[in-house]
C-alpha cells in the first residue's frame, strides 16, 4: 500500500508564509506527478500546484508568484512554499502523487492516484 503524510499546516496571519510538506512511502517504483489541491468550505477542490518527474510545474493563476512547489526524489517528498498568504488561501491542503507501485505497473503504464488526509492553512486578515 501507499501512504501520504503531510505537515506543515497552521494558522498564520495575512502576508506571512507557511511550508507544507507531503512523504510518500510505501509499495512505490517511480512517481509521476506530486502536487497539491486545496479545498475551501463550500467550493470544489482545486489544483494549487504540481511537479512532473521532469521538473515541469504548473500553478493555479491565483497562486503564481507567491507558492512554490519543489520536490526531492530521493525521499518520495513534495514541499509547497507559501509566502504572502492572504485570507483566501484558507483551505484545507491535500497533497496527491500519480505513481507506478511495481515494474509491471512501469511497463504497462499502469499508474495509481493517491491521497493525503489533507493539513488545515487558515489565514487571518
Known amino acids: 500500500q501507499v501512504q501520504l503524510v503531510e505537515s506543515g499546516g497552521g494558522l498564520v496571519q495575512a502576508g506571512g508564509s507557511l511550508r507544507l510538506s507531503c512523504a510518500a512511502s510505501g509499495t512505490i517504483v517511480s512517481i509521476k506527478t506530486m502536487g497539491w489541491y486545496r479545498q475551501a468550505p463550500g467550493k470544489q477542490r482545486e489544483l494549487v500546484a504540481d511537479?512532473?518527474?521532469?521538473?515541469?510545474?504548473n500553478y493555479a493563476d491565483s497562486v503564481k508568484g507567491r507558492f512554490t512547489i519543489s520536490r526531492d526524489g530521493a525521499k518520495n517528498t513534495v514541499y509547497l512554499q507559501m509566502n504572502s498568504l492572504k485570507p483566501e488561501d484558507t483551505a484545507v491542503y491535500y497533497c496527491n502523487a500519480d505513481l507506478y507501485r511495481s515494474m509491471a505497473d512501469l511497463y504497462r503504464g499502469t499508474r495509481y492516484v493517491y491521497w493525503g488526509q489533507g493539513t488545515q492553512v487558515t489565514v487571518s486578515s
Open positions: 511537479m512532473i518527474s521532469g521538473g515541469s510545474t
